[in-house]
């Protein structure tokens, strides 16, 4: 019983060190004496506490022993400093997918780690009531089945959920299980979110985990290695504001100066920007399109705005949308009259009703007269007959004839499956840009064309540009594939590199007039097209003088810009318009 007794004595004295002493704090040996006897029921004499204090010192706790007129013994080093467990607790405190329970017992517990003295410092400290938490403490092990599902390379399903207006939780897709291959976990917003893929409709996408229910671990191995290999975590929460989906773009923000700092923060230290007269500066942003992104710019004021140049060559293009009929549909007339005006702008003529029944009996009524619209465009939101049920009643009375485009301020991932079943071709988030009407709405004309693209294509075939060699640089291996086989029937011999740097290299290292074109894609891993124009156009002789085009998705009119400020001779939107290719190979060759 004594050996027992002298073991518990060590512990019950380390418990006493950690929990009441510090450097403002300390106990002597006849005051450790007092304590062991009077609340652990332990007799003791200062000579052994002088022996425990040696060992404890031994096995590792930081003993510190003040002498001279008020001695004693306290805990010097820890494991965590007042100031850290301070920032520990206020982000417990603020962390809104936190609930207030689970605070105030992690709290608790992050007490534990200091003194008492401190501990009741750090209770004061402590302001839950009125910050907004979450009432979801599912979040906790839905972290924990996440990071455990990540580890053994399994897929999770689990049900969605949504607030309604009634301020009450509704299972998204009628309740079905969300079955996805999670691949990480990232903090956006104060909200944490899962980051997974959906093989279903073979994308990534991301969820917020407190909106996550009856989460489980599936036996089938995760899928989605592909994507997630080159993935960059980082660039992907940079890019997406508020974890909201958008269209992938480059877009140019012209800022006054001292918002410099704004969008360093928001896009990190490598942002490209460059002064733009004495007060502005220009900055070129990778960004996902959203009514998010519009937000964050319209609450910074009007010291940032989207820098957009017209081209004269863009307002011709528009005479191929000219005077083509296009019907507006929204429940809010204001909404109607400045889409209208925007089509105007265009050239488009346009005509615009209030509601989805009137827009499916004004369509019919158009198509019985042979004169059907060139393309309906709705509004998500509408009573009575919303944007989907009216792209599905306008499909099953008239056909595929119309170009249906939905119009809206919400986030329509949750709804494009839906949606494009209903008859839905291309969706358009709010607040509506000329250019962006414009590059979708053009989308749709080929049709529209006495010529079609497979007459294109036969003219193409019929160019002679044997003895040509044409570098294809493009890192999308099925665009490289139909890119060869389009160029290979003018006869032109083609090579191809798949990214920046491959082709520079090929440049640098060809021999004088082996190339005569070069059609360079602009995202690409490891050296973009931009970077590798720039190497090329910097290289001595002919070679740093080779035509390069520009062949990319990105087809607004600053990208055809910027592509022209590289060093490119033109630029190609995707997918290809044959008859532009054909000019400019007739152009270049």
């Known amino acids: 019983m004594a050996s027992f007794d002298q073991k518990l004595r060590t512990l019950y004295l380390m418990e006493i060190l950690l929990e009441r002493t510090d450097d403002d704090h300390m106990l002597n040996a006849s005051e450790l004496c007092t304590i062991l006897d009077q609340e652990y029921g332990i007799s003791t004499d200062r000579r052994t506490i002088y022996t425990e204090m040696e060992i404890l010192d031994k096995f590792g706790l930081d003993i510190q022993q003040k002498k001279g007129k008020c001695p004693g013994y306290y805990i010097g080093a820890r494991d965590f400093e007042l100031p850290e467990l301070k920032l520990l607790v206020d982000a417990v405190q603020s962390s809104k997918f936190i609930t207030e329970k689970k605070s105030k017992e992690l709290i608790q517990k992050l007490e534990k780690l200091c003194c008492k003295t401190d501990a009741e410092m750090l209770s004061r400290y402590v302001f839950i009531v009125n910050r907004p938490k979450t009432e979801n403490e599912t979040v906790y092990y839905n972290v924990d089945y996440i990071h455990t599902a990540i580890y053994e390379n399994k897929q999770i399903k689990f049900h969605y959920a949504e607030w309604t207006v009634k301020k009450e939780l509704k299972f998204k897709k009628n309740g079905a299980f969300y079955v996805v291959s999670p691949w990480a976990l990232t903090w956006d917003d104060e909200n944490y979110y899962l980051v997974a893929y959906d093989a279903a409709a073979g994308i990534i996408k991301h969820y917020r985990v407190d909106k996550m229910r009856d989460t489980e671990i599936m036996e089938a191995d995760r899928k989605g290695e592909a994507s997630f290999k080159n993935f960059d975590l980082a660039a992907f929460a940079k890019k997406t504001f508020g974890m909201y989906d958008g269209v992938d773009a480059e877009v140019t923000l012209e800022c006054r100066n001292e918002l410099a700092g704004v969008v360093i923060d928001r896009f990190g230290h490598d942002v490209w920007m460059c002064p733009h007269g004495e007060d502005h500066f220009r900055a070129r942003v990778p960004v996902a399109v959203s009514s998010q992104f519009f937000g964050w710019i319209t609450g910074i004021g009007s010291g940032m705005r989207i820098y957009l140049e017209l081209q004269e060559k863009e307002k011709e293009q528009d005479e191929n949308l000219m005077n083509l009929p296009v019907l507006v549909v929204d429940d809010d007339k204001t909404c109607c009259e400045s889409t209208i005006a925007t089509l105007k ?37 509408m009573p009575e007959m919303d944007g989907i049920e009216t792209a599905r009643q306008i499909r099953k009375r008239i056909g595929k004839e119309i170009t249906i485009i939905v119009l809206t301020s919400y986030e329509f991932s949750e709804i494009e499956e839906e949606a494009k079943a209903a008859g839905v071709d291309a969706f358009i988030a709010k607040p509506l840009f000329r250019s962006r009407l414009t590059a979708t709405l053009r989308q749709f004309t080929s049709g529209r064309k006495e010529n079609t693209a497979r007459n294109y294509l036969e003219k193409l075939s019929e160019a002679d540009y044997t003895g040509k060699r044409i570098l294809l640089v493009e890192d999308n291996e099925l665009n490289r594939e139909i890119g060869v086989e389009i160029l290979q029937m003018t006869g032109a011999e083609v090579e191809t590199a798949e990214n920046g740097k ?88």
């Open 502 to 589: 491959i082709a520079v290299e090929k440049v640098e290292a060809s021999p004088k007039g082996l190339y005569d074109l070069i059609f360079m894609d602009i995202q690409m891993p490891v050296m973009n097209g931009y970077e590798a124009t720039a190497a090329i156009r910097s290289l001595p002789g002919e070679r740093g003088k080779l035509p390069i085009i520009a062949m990319t998705a990105n087809a607004f009119a600053e990208d055809v810009q910027l592509a022209k400020n590289t060093g490119m001779n033109g630029h190609l939107a995707k997918p290809l318009d044959m008859n532009k290719l054909n000019d400019v190979l007739e152009n270049w060759l």
């Open 345 to 381: 702008e265009i050239g488009i003529t346009g005509e615009w009703v209030l509601s989805g029944r009137e827009a499916v009996e004004r369509c019919y009524a158009r198509h019985e007269l042979k004169n059907d619209y060139f393309a309906v465009i709705l509004d998500w939101k």
